[in-house]
C-alpha cells in the first residue's frame, strides 16, 4: 500500500480538524493509520462521504479491556485505515451504516461476534449469527473458547425476522440453504408479483465456518493455507493477500521472481474462474453450446496447472516470505503455447456467443445495476468494472510485479448481465497479455524469502486484486510468531447486496443468471 | 449457426476414450463404476450435492465431472436437483453448525435404499476448519458415511475412484 500522503489526505485531515475531530496520525507497516475517538466515529463517515471515500472494510479486536474498531477507506488508490478504541465495559459507538450502505452488513458481523453496538444502525437484525451459539455470546472475544458450548443438533435459524410485504397477488419464494445447483448454500427470499420480483432478501452465514476464530494462534505457514480456502476458487487472491499482510507485519520483502511468479498463479486463477464463469452465464439461460466449450478449455487450463504447479486450484502454491514453485524455461515456453491456443478457441467461441440471438434476449438489460447505485455500494472487481467503477488495485495501488508494467483495466458502463459477461472476456484477453509479459520479465534468483519472527502486536493491512475484485487482508501478531488476529474481506462482502437491487424488476426465472453474473462467494463472505 | 456448428465439428469429441494410448486410467475407471452401478441400480445412479460447509473448492472439481472430458453422465451417474431424487448424496465441507439442520433434512428427504459419500478432506475429518463452535468437522459426525473420497480438492478422477469405492460396498 502506498503510504505517501496525497494532497487529499491532507486537505481531508485538516478539514476533519476544523470539524473538532480529534485525529492522530501513526505509521504502521506500510500503511497510515488514523485514530480518532469514537465519538467521532459517523463524523468521520460524513465527512468521508463528502470526500468521496470508498467504504472498504471494517472489522474489529478485542484486547483484554478494550475493543480496537477498524475501517478501511480508499480514494484515487490511496488507503485511509481508521481506528477508534473502545472500553469493553461500554462497547458502543455511532454506525457508519448510516451513511455508508456498505458498512451495514459488516457492523452487524461485528455486533454478532463481538457484542460491540453500532449506535442508530439502520438494520438492527442479526447476520453472521444463527443458532450457533446464543445472543449473548460473541465468538470473538478472547475469552469465547474457540470450541464453544454447541448444541448436539443446532437448531435451523427459523424466526429470523425477514422482510414482509402485502397486498393481493404478492408472494414469497424461499430459496435455499440447499440449492439445486452444485452451488454453494444460502437462502434467498423473494417477493414476488406473477414472474416480477418486487425485493430480494439474502439470508447468508449458513457457510460461517469460524475462521476469524481459528485463525488466532496459528503460525503464518498455517494461516496461509486457512486463507487460501477462505474461497475456494480465489485460493491464490486469498493467500496472497494474508502472505502480503504477514510479510508487511514481520518486515521481509519477497524476492523479485517470487513477484512475478505470484502474478502468474493470479491471473491464472482469474482466466480459469472468469471461463468457468462465462460458460455458466451461458448454461444459466440454456446455452449449452458455450457451456460445453467454455468448461473444456477450462479443463485445459486447469491440467496445465496440475503440470506445471502441482495442484489443478493452485492452492498452497503462494506461501509466506515466497511461492512454493518454480517455473522452468520449458514451464514457461507450454505457457505462451497454451495462450496461443487459448486466445484462437476463444476467438472461435466468442464469434458463436456474440452472433446468437438467444443469448442477446436474455442477457441484455437484465440484472441492470445502474453506475451510481455500483459507486453507493462500493462495488468492486468486475461487479463494479461492468457498472463505470474502474477501481482496480493492480493499477491504482500496485504491488509488486504489477507496479512494473503498465496493462489496461476495461470498464463498461451498461452495468447488465451481457456486460458482466464481456468485461470477463476482457479481463481474460488483459490477464493473458500479463501473463506473456511476467514470463518475458521473470527475473532469475531465489523463490523464498527466510522468514523472520515479527515482535509481539506487528500488525499490517494489505490488498490485493483477486479475480472476483479487491481483497483486503488484516494482520496482526502476538509472541512468538502467531496470529493474534485475522480479518479478510472478500469482494463478495461488498458485492453481494448489490444483487439485492440488480434483480429488483427481473423475473424470477431470470434470478440464476442474474446470481450467477455476479458471482458471490458465500464462503468468502461467511468467514 | 453456422460457426457454432462448425465449432462443434472442429471440437470433435474431446471425452477420454477407452484403450487411449496416453494411458489414462479415466476410461477404465468409468467402466468399472458402470459395472458396480449396474448390479445395484440397473445401470444408473442419481446423485445430489450438498455443500454443508465447503469453501467451493470441490464444488468446482465436482462440477468438471460433467464437462466434455469427463462426461460422467455416459457412465449413467447423474447429479440431480433434489435429494428426492437421489439414491446418493455427494457431501462437501466440514458441517458447518448452521448447515447441520439442513443436512440432516435432506439426508430425511433422500429415499431409501441410500448411500453417503463424503468428498475432500474437510468432509472426510474435518479438513483446515476441524471441530469448533462453528463447525461440526467430518460429514459423519452429523449422517452415516459410506464412502469417503480425500483431497483437496479431490481431482475429478479422485471423484470417480470414490465412487468407484461406494460401489464395491
Known sequence: MNSTTANWQTAFFNQLVLKGCVVERISIASAMLWQIESRDWQLFAEQGLEEQLRWVAGWAEHNQSQFLVNACFEKQGLYLWLRTIITAEKPELPSQATVYPAASRSERHTRDMFGIEFIGHPDDRRWTRHKAWSENSYPLRKDFPVQGTPDHITPPDMDYPFVKSHGTGVYEIPVGPVHAGIIEPGHFRFQAVGELILNLEERLGYVHKGIEKIAEGRVPVSLARLAGRISGDTTVGHAWAACMAMEQAAGISIPPRAAFLRGILAERERVANHLGDMGAICNDVAFIFAQMQFTRIRELWLRTNAQLFGHRLLMDRIIPGGVACDLTDTGCALIRQDIVRLRNELADILMAVDLNSTLEDRLYTAGYLAPELAAAYGAVGYVGRASGQRFDVRKDAPYAPYDQISFKVAVEAQGDIASRFWVRNKEINSALKLIEKFIDLLPPGDIMTAWREPLAGSESLAAVEGWRGEIVSYVRFEADNKIARFYSRDPSIINWPALEKLVLDNIVPDFPVCNKSLNGSYSGNDL | ?169
Request: charged share 20%; aromatic share 4%; proline share 7%.
Open chain 2, 1 to 169: 449457426m453456422l460457426r457454432l456448428l462448425k465449432k462443434t465439428l472442429l471440437t470433435g469429441i474431446v471425452t477420454e476414450k477407452i484403450k487411449a494410448p496416453t494411458n489414462d486410467e479415466l476410461e477404465q475407471l468409468g467402466i468399472e463404476i458402470k459395472r458396480h452401478i449396474d448390479k445395484k441400480f440397473s445401470g444408473s445412479i442419481a446423485i445430489r450435492e450438498v455443500d454443508a460447509g465447503s469453501c467451493n473448492g470441490c464444488e468446482l472439481e465436482i462440477h468438471a465431472l460433467n464437462n466434455p472430458f469427463y462426461d460422467i453422465e455416459r457412465f449413467g451417474i447423474h447429479l440431480v436437483a433434489s435429494p428426492r431424487h437421489a439414491d446418493v448424496l455427494l457431501v462437501t465441507g466440514p458441517v458447518s453448525r448452521h448447515m447441520q439442520t439442513a443436512l440432516l433434512r435432506t439426508y430425511e428427504a433422500t429415499p431409501n435404499p441410500k448411500w453417503v459419500v463424503a468428498a475432500g478432506d474437510c468432509a472426510a475429518c474435518g479438513g483446515e476448519f476441524g471441530i469448533s463452535y462453528a463447525s461440526c468437522g467430518a460429514v459423519s459426525n452429523v449422517i452415516p458415511v459410506d464412502v469417503v473420497i480425500p483431497g483437496c480438492p479431490p481431482t475429478p478422477l479422485a471423484l470417480m475412484k470414490g465412487l468407484l469405492g461406494l460401489m464395491k460396498n
